[in-house]
């Protein structure tokens, strides 16, 4: 018996050429030449691939730092929205107080002689200014200033020659602000003057 390596000797006669498969149609003859070629195939899968994971993956950072920015801007709308709140939440309020603040006025511009009446009258009238004036009520400046509609309400137009066009003449009713934010404008007469 003849000694072998292991392998089994394959005599070429054995060989069945009729059963034998056909050749692919790519052109590919050599069965070596594809062995040579699949991990060249396989690297360039390998590198699509991890290209394909990399653009993924920037779209979700880029989603990610949109949807950061979003947030951080909702933050910072909401805390605005809060201050502005706390800011101007005694508006309703001191509406509800400005028809006292002008009836005092009134009662103060009415009666001409000094009395205890008229000092109680004086007195409580400079608390509650003073009061609301803590709380950043502001009056809007009125007669000999020129007429802005954004401060002023015109409820007449005089006809003079002594102050000039669109001035103030005379304040009805005092306008307030809240800070910066307009509570109530100040009712006035405006003048028409032709020569201006």
Request: proline share 6%; net charge negative; hydrophobic share 35%.
């Amino acid at each position: 018996m003849a000694r072998t390596n292991g392998k089994s000797e394959v005599e070429p006669q054995e060989l069945d050429t009729d059963h034998e498969l056909p050749a692919s149609d790519e052109g590919e003859e050599n069965p070596q030449s594809v062995a040579a070629e699949a991990p060249h195939a396989r690297a360039s899968g390998e590198s699509a691939e991890v290209q394909k994971l990399r653009a993924e993956r920037d779209t979700l950072l880029d989603r990610l730092a949109r949807m950061q920015a979003d947030f951080e801007n909702s933050r910072k709308r909401a805390a605005r929205e809060q201050q502005e709140f706390r800011d101007y939440a005694l508006a309703d309020a001191i509406k509800a107080l400005l028809p006292s603040l002008d009836s005092l006025e009134r009662a103060l511009q009415t009666s001409g002689k000094q009395s205890d009446l008229r000092s109680g009258v004086e007195l409580i009238y400079k608390q509650l200014q003073d009061a609301l004036t803590k709380l950043g009520l502001r009056t809007i400046p009125a007669t000999g200033e020129p007429f802005d509609p954004r401060l002023h309400e015109a409820i007449e137009m005089v006809e003079t020659t002594d102050v000039p066009d669109h001035q103030i003449v005379e304040e009805l009713q005092r306008g307030y602000k809240l800070k910066d934010r307009l509570l109530r404008p100040a009712m006035v007469k405006v003048a028409s003057n032709p020569k201006h």
